[in-house]
């Protein structure tokens, strides 16, 4: 079982929430609060950020930090916001693919760093489309009569009614992740995180094998297991054939944008 089926299972199910993403992710910079802490010293624990929509009826979106002790499986949720307690959602670079991100709450803000870019990418797309769907159905709520135009009177009641609720800004985020042709970019950057993650698990257990030889023998070195070489031959012919594929699927997807935009 993944990491994110175990946070779903453990965290989510009991609260009747549904899991849409978690991703590991670090603090870019360190909070004052938190300087008795020793400085560089390895933490016993690893950070989640998960996004899920409740089951209930409206429907709530919601982050939550989960953090997992190192050497257990043991969970813990910590932190939680709605979001409409989420004001901004910060890219950082809207040029290229980055794992840094930044998210505004009303009270506080967090400095992201996620273990990889096409993990913070995926967040990022689908915390978009989350809020786009939850916005929209709070002006459905609000403007049942005129369910055709319920995006121009949005925007109309927003500018005239200082009281409304202010929806979440998404800025220096790129266009790709936002955009409605996205399910390609969407497939691109899970297969990015599975390969990413078969990389590091093979090498995490590529050493295993040289700790126990030298254990047993020290006089000469152990070469690496036949089946580690050859998952790392097939491991190295997926990404390059993964590689390949994308580049087709972007220049497709640019195309098909191009296309779209001429259109109208």
Same mark, same amino acid.
């Given at each position: 079982?993944?990491?994110?089926? +175990?946070?779903?299972?453990?965290?989510?199910?009991? @609260?009747? $929430?549904?899991?849409?993403?978690?991703?590991?992710?670090? @603090?870019? !910079?360190?909070?004052? *609060?938190?300087?008795?802490?020793? &400085?560089?010293?390895?933490?016993?624990?690893? =950070?989640?950020?998960?996004?899920?929509?409740?089951?209930?009826?409206? +429907?709530?979106?919601?982050?939550?930090?989960?953090?997992?002790? @190192?050497? %257990?499986?043991?969970?813990?949720?910590?932190?939680?916001?709605?979001? $409409?307690?989420?004001?901004?959602?910060?890219?950082?670079?809207?040029?290229?693919? =980055?794992?840094?991100?930044?998210?505004?709450?009303?009270? =506080?803000?967090?400095?992201?760093? +996620?273990?990889?870019?096409? $993990?913070?990418?995926?967040?990022?797309?689908?915390?978009?489309?989350?809020?786009?769907?939850?916005?929209?159905?709070?002006?459905?709520?609000?403007?049942? &009569?005129?369910?055709?135009?319920?995006?121009?009177? *949005? &925007?109309? $009641?927003?500018?005239?009614?200082?009281?409304?609720? @202010?929806? =979440?800004?998404?800025?220096?985020?790129?266009?790709?992740?936002?955009?409605?042709?996205?399910?390609?970019?969407?497939?691109?950057?899970?297969?990015?995180?599975?390969?990413?993650? !078969?990389?590091?698990? !093979?090498?995490?257990?590529?050493?295993?094998?040289?700790?126990?030889?030298?254990? %047993?023998?020290?006089?000469?070195?152990?070469?690496?297991?036949?089946?580690?070489?050859? !998952? *790392?031959?097939?491991?190295?012919?997926?990404?390059?054939?993964?590689?390949?594929?994308?580049?087709?699927?972007?220049?497709?997807?640019?195309? %098909?944008?191009?296309?779209?935009? *001429? &259109?109208?």
């Amino acid at each position: 079982m993944n990491i994110q089926s +175990a946070i779903s299972r453990e965290i989510f199910v009991p @609260r009747d $929430e549904k899991l849409l993403v978690a991703i590991e992710v670090r @603090r870019r !910079m360190k909070r004052k *609060g938190l300087s008795f802490l020793k &400085a560089g010293g390895k933490k016993d624990y690893l =950070t989640y950020l998960c996004l899920s929509v409740s089951n209930s009826r409206p +429907a709530q979106v919601l982050i939550t930090k989960v953090k997992r002790y @190192r050497g %257990t499986r043991q969970l813990a949720k910590r932190s939680q916001w709605s979001v $409409e307690q989420l004001r901004q959602v910060n890219g950082i670079n809207p040029d290229k693919d =980055t794992p840094e991100f930044d998210l505004v709450f009303d009270r =506080t803000t967090d400095q992201w760093v +996620a273990s990889s870019a096409a $993990e913070k990418c995926v967040f990022v797309q689908i915390l978009y489309h989350a809020c786009q769907n939850y916005w929209e159905a709070k002006l459905v709520q609000a403007n049942p &009569a005129s369910p055709a135009d319920q995006k121009t009177a *949005g &925007a109309l $009641e927003n500018k005239k009614n200082p009281g409304a609720p @202010r929806k =979440t800004s998404f800025v220096n985020c790129q266009q790709k992740l936002m955009g409605d042709a996205c399910s390609v970019n969407m497939v691109i950057y899970r297969c990015k995180i599975f390969l990413n993650r !078969m990389k590091n698990s !093979m090498t995490a257990n590529q050493g295993r094998p040289q700790r126990e030889a030298v254990k %047993t023998s020290r006089s000469r070195s152990s070469p690496s297991p036949p089946a580690v070489r050859k !998952m *790392g031959n097939v491991m190295r012919r997926a990404s390059q054939v993964l590689g390949e594929r994308g580049e087709r699927l972007m220049r497709a997807d640019d195309k %098909t944008s191009h296309l779209l935009h *001429g &259109a109208k």
